[in-house]
Each structure stands twice: as structure tokens, then as C-alpha cells.
């Protein structure tokens, strides 16, 4: 079999798994086996060592008033409740501050939502104003929370409505709705309304999965990408497509004898709240990424428009001009813009030289695809995952051993 069609198997059976590719998932873990499986014939020692993280399930809700109710979805990682109490509205900071929540119902619209926050616990990114407002809601201890979002063209897949909180570490129950919805139920202000979830957290487990060549060997070249996907996504290019690439550049580079280790790491948690896998990685590796000679990032990439784009980190001039040259030889390789909200970060931020692809279409994708149902597998050419592997292979193969 071809490198294509092999691609194309392996993202077809990525994007398969059942339920989805959510960290702590059944399909999750089906995904990790078959990396694992596939990869353990060629002669890479696997590190496939679970980490606890938290899985949930979502059931029916309900918003009403008077026979009367509105269209809601539950917040990913809520936790159920059955509450009638009053509702109170606020639209700003100043007015959450001057509101009376304890054990009322909390609608929040307008400027308030204006953008999602991020989990409370989130380490590598978490602006000050979101811990802040997290920290506000927890005071102010509402019985339940209904956030109202308007389209956002900056929200990755535009999603609308989008929930402000997707956090396991919230434990205020919450819904969201459209706007227009959230005008509706705001003209019940100081009424009692039926606010009712059907959710469950439950404790599961997941892994990265780690595959090395050369493993005794203390400088090393990491290659990763993220294998989990968004909740109840296809996840194709995001990141079935960095998963594939790893699988072929791990059989291409299966007859390496230079002097460094390889790793090949399947990450697992970037679209999680948790970032779990990340975090395991760090605990358990961290004292070893002084290591890491290159480290290199793959997310997003085969976007069937446009070219794979690569963008480097702290990387030696030298060593810059040396990798580019060989990119310069493959026709689908372009110099990007850097961007800074993938897993090179955890290398970036320690002072590790990094080197990341993604498709120099990211704007176009992220605003209608990533993270919604049209990241199906059609969209990826499977031919420019080979591409990308292809020179990857190289780019490890000569890299300077005393580098």
C-alpha cells in the first residue's frame, strides 16, 4: 500500500471512533490504541501511560415559564440541576458586582459574553479579566447560570450560539442560548423560571501515546501532534491530520541510525479543558526537554485549499537556514505566519527551539470549520499529509548531530 492510501485509511479510521476523539472518551481511547498498535511493529518502544481525566455526558434540558420555554443547550462539563428560583440579569461586570445571585437563576448577555473564558485552571493561557469574572461568579453563588452569546466571526468554526464555559472545574451548572433567545428570557427578570439539566462528570482516563527510536540516546528531536478532538467533531483536519503525519513519518524514519532519540508523540487534551496530556507530558518529561534539539509541532495541516505553512520558535539561524532549504525542495511548503495556540507552546515557553506546520489557509478554517461537524475527512488531501512527512523525514535524517 502507498503512502496515500495509507493516509487516507488511517484518517478515515481516526475520524471513525465512536463516540468522537473527546479526551477520556471510548472513541478517545480506540484512537490511542490503534496509534499505539500501528506504530509498535516498526520497533519504537511505546510509552502508552494512562493520566485521570474527567469524561461527561449530557442529557435533556429545560428552560420554561409559565407552559412557556426556550431553546437552550448545556454547557459542556456542567453539572445537573433541577432549580426554581428567580431570575436576575446582568450584562456587565459593574452590574455582577451590584447584583444580589445567591440561589437565583443568572442570566448573562451582551458585553459580558462577549468572549468565551477560558477554564478556570487552564495554565498555559488564562487572561487575568476571565479568572477575575470566574472568581466573581463563584462569590456571588448563583443556583445556576444561562449565558446568552451572539456570533462572534473571531470564534474558531464562527459557532453560535457557543458556550461561555466548557470547564470541568466550574461547578456551576449552566446553559447557553442564542442572543435573541437570551432577550426573550431577560423579560422575565424577577420572575421564578424552571431551569432543569440532565449532565454527569465521569471519571475516565486517556493517554498520550509515546513512541521513541534510539531511546537510550539524551539529545532528541520530538515530533507531536494532538490526537484528541473537539467535542462531538469528526476532528479531520483538527487533528486527525497531524495524527497521520506522525504515522507515516514514524514508518518513514524507521530504519534511522543517527546518534539522537526520536520521539514521536501523540498528544492528548489540546481541545480539552484540561489539557491533560500536555500536562502529563510536563510532569513526567519535563526535566528532559534541555534535551529537545528541535522540537516540532504538526496541527491543522492538508487543508485541502492552500499549502502547508511552517513558522519557527527560537530556532538557532543556522539551523533555520539549513531546514528551510530542504522545505524550499518540496512545492506544497510555504513560510507562515507564527501562531501561538498549539502544543509547540509547552516547548516554546521552556526555551525549546520549535518548528510548527498548519495550512497557510488557517484564517478560512478556523472561522468556518474547526471545531464543527464540516471537519470531515473530504476536506484533507491526503496527498499533502505525505508531503509533509516526507519532509519531515528528511529535515530529521540530516539534522546536525551535534545540534
Same mark, same amino acid.
Given at each position: 500500500m502507498n503512502f496515500t492510501k495509507k493516509a487516507q485509511r488511517y484518517l478515515e479510521t481516526l475520524c471513525s471512533v465512536k463516540p468522537n476523539r473527546r479526551t477520556g472518551s471510548a472513541g478517545n481511547r480506540a484512537a490511542t490504541d490503534f496509534f499505539a498498535e500501528t506504530i509498535r511493529p516498526l520497533g519504537y518502544e511505546i510509552d502508552a501511560t494512562p493520566f485521570p481525566c474527567l469524561d461527561y455526558m449530557r @442529557?435533556?434540558?429545560? $428552560?420554561?415559564? /409559565?407552559? %412557556?420555554t426556550f431553546?437552550?443547550?448545556?454547557? #459542556?462539563?456542567s453539572l445537573a440541576c433541577d432549580v426554581r428560583a428567580e431570575l436576575v440579569v446582568v450584562s456587565t461586570v =459593574? =452590574? $455582577?458586582? +451590584?447584583?444580589?445571585?445567591?440561589g437565583k437563576i443568572l442570566l448573562m448577555k451582551g458585553e459580558i459574553c462577549a468572549e468565551q473564558l477560558m477554564p478556570k485552571n487552564f495554565v498555559f493561557y488564562n487572561p487575568t479579566h476571565h479568572q477575575e469574572l470566574i472568581a466573581l461568579l463563584e462569590? &456571588? &453563588?448563583?443556583?445556576?447560570?444561562i449565558t446568552a452569546t451572539a456570533k462572534n466571526p473571531d470564534m474558531v468554526g464562527a459557532l453560535y450560539p457557543y458556550p461561555l464555559?466548557?470547564?470541568g472545574d466550574f461547578d456551576i451548572p449552566s446553559v447557553y442560548c442564542r442572543d435573541d433567545v437570551g432577550e426573550d428570557v431577560a423579560r422575565l427578570k424577577g420572575k421564578v423560571v424552571h431551569l432543569q439539566i440532565e449532565a454527569q462528570r465521569l471519571f475516565s482516563s486517556a493517554t498520550n501515546v509515546i513512541a521513541r527510536l534510539n531511546p537510550q540516546a539524551a539529545p532528541k528531536i520530538v515530533v507531536t501532534a494532538h490526537i484528541d478532538a473537539y467535542e462531538d467533531t469528526p476532528g479531520?483536519? /483538527? +487533528?486527525a491530520s497531524g495524527t497521520v503525519v506522525l504515522l507515516l513519518l514514524a514508518e518513514m524514519l524507521a530504519d534511522y541510525d543517527g546518534e539522537k532519540c526520536i520521539e514521536i508523540a501523540a498528544f492528548n487534551g489540546e481541545d480539552h479543558y484540561s489539557a491533560g496530556g500536555q500536562m502529563d507530558y510536563l510532569r513526567r518529561y519535563g526535566d528532559d526537554l534541555e534535551n529537545i534539539s528541535l522540537a516540532i509541532n504538526i496541527d491543522d495541516v492538508g487543508y485541502q485549499k492552500g499549502n502547508a505553512a511552517y513558522s519557527f520558535y527560537e530556532v538557532d539561524p543556522q539551523i533555520k537556514g539549513k531546514v528551510e532549504a530542504v522545505f524550499q525542495r518540496f512545492d @506544497? $511548503?510555504? %513560510? @507562515? =505566519? #507564527?501562531?501561538y495556540n498549539g502544543d509547540h507552546m509547552i516547548f516554546v515557553q521552556n526555551g525549546v527551539p520549535c518548528l510548527a506546520f498548519t495550512t497557510d489557509c488557517i484564517a478560512e478554517l478556523m472561522r468556518q470549520v474547526t471545531h464543527t461537524a464540516l471537519d470531515t475527512p473530504d476536506?484533507?488531501?491526503c496527498g499533502k499529509l505525505v508531503e509533509v512527512a516526507e519532509a519531515l523525514r528528511e529535515v530529521v535524517s540530516t539534522f546536525p548531530e551535534n545540534s
Open positions: @442529557g435533556e434540558s429545560l $428552560l420554561a415559564f /409559565d407552559g %412557556r431553546e437552550i443547550e448545556i454547557s #459542556p462539563y =459593574e =452590574e $455582577l458586582n +451590584n447584583t444580589s445571585c445567591d462569590n &456571588k &453563588k448563583p443556583a445556576a447560570i464555559f466548557v470547564d479531520a483536519s /483538527d +487533528n @506544497g $511548503l510555504v %513560510r @507562515g =505566519e #507564527p501562531w476536506i484533507v488531501d
